[in-house]
Antibody, heavy 128, light 112 residues
Framework: HLQLQESGPGLVKPSETLSLTCTVS??????????WGWIRQPPGKGLEWIGS???????YYNPSLKSRVTISGDTSKNQFSLELASVAAADTAVYYC????????????????????WGNGTTVTVSS | QSVLTQPPSVSGAPGQRVTISCAGG?????????VHWYQQLPGTAPKLLIF???NRPSGVPDRFSGSKSDTSASLAITGLQAEDEGDYYC????????????FGGGTKLTVV
């Protein structure tokens, strides 16, 4: 049974680095069939794409966050992680990890992958 | 300001049909990128509802359907039920400014 579980500090100080981990169970993150991604949702607002990683280590980031974001994978623990540097109050949000999948003839391109399984999310507050 | 534009809210009575629109442009939906829809019930994580414009994942009732035309897409819900109340998001890929997945601002569905 596939499950994704986010973990990490719930409180981060302004200007510090936010670090979260997504632990995946039920499928290997080294599978070439999937990408693994992060999405966030500020309180009372909509969803924002952060970025993703492929089993090869290739990463893809939202251009608006690219200068501050690093996504990495730990195959020995079947986990992938998010680091967001120089955080501010605007980075306060629920952070979700998700599996990206593609079903069909278009799966040769990263564009066509969608989030088919989500974690429950973890709340991160940026405050001193 | 979201790249994809959705109405902030829609409402309907039980049993009725509602539609939620998702307006994009030439660098996303109009460029041929697929539209996916997610349902977020109160206090829960988003759940995939429609993928590749029109397809339902296993377990999603056929009361939910998606369509796409030119630079926009729509989600239709028939036979509205109280448990459908929540937020709905469209998502696509945008090739401008370096390329990224993009979401609509979300639509709150109220079953009155």
């Amino acid at each position: 049974h596939l499950q994704l579980q986010e973990s990490g500090p719930g409180l981060v100080k302004p200007s510090e680095t936010l670090s979260l981990t997504c632990t995946v169970s039920g499928v290997s993150i080294t599978s070439s069939s999937y990408y693994w991604g992060w999405i966030r949702q500020p309180p009372g607002k909509g969803l924002e794409w952060i970025g993703s990683i492929y089993y090869s280590g290739s990463t893809y980031y939202n251009p608006s966050l690219k200068s501050r974001v690093t996504i990495s994978g730990d195959t020995s623990k079947n986990q992938f992680s998010l680091e967001l540097a120089s955080v501010a109050a605007a980075d306060t949000a629920v952070y979700y990890c998700a599996r990206l999948f593609c079903d069909g003839a278009n799966c040769y391109s990263y564009y066509y992958y969608y989030m088919d399984v989500w974690g429950n999310g973890t709340t991160v507050t940026v405050s001193s | 300001q979201s790249v994809l534009t959705q109405p902030p809210s829609v409402s309907g009575a039980p049993g009725q049909r509602v539609t939620i629109s998702c307006a994009g442009g030439s660098s996303n939906i109009g460029a041929g990128h697929h539209v996916h829809w997610y349902q977020q019930l109160p206090g829960t994580a988003p759940k995939l509802l429609i993928f590749d414009n029109i397809n339902r994942p296993s377990g999603v009732p056929d009361r939910f359907s998606g369509s796409k035309s030119d630079t926009s897409a729509s989600l239709a819900i028939t036979g509205l039920q109280a448990e459908d109340e929540g937020d709905y998001y469209c998502q696509s890929y945008d090739t401008s400014l370096g390329g990224s997945r993009v979401f609509g601002g979300g639509t709150k569905l109220t079953v009155v």
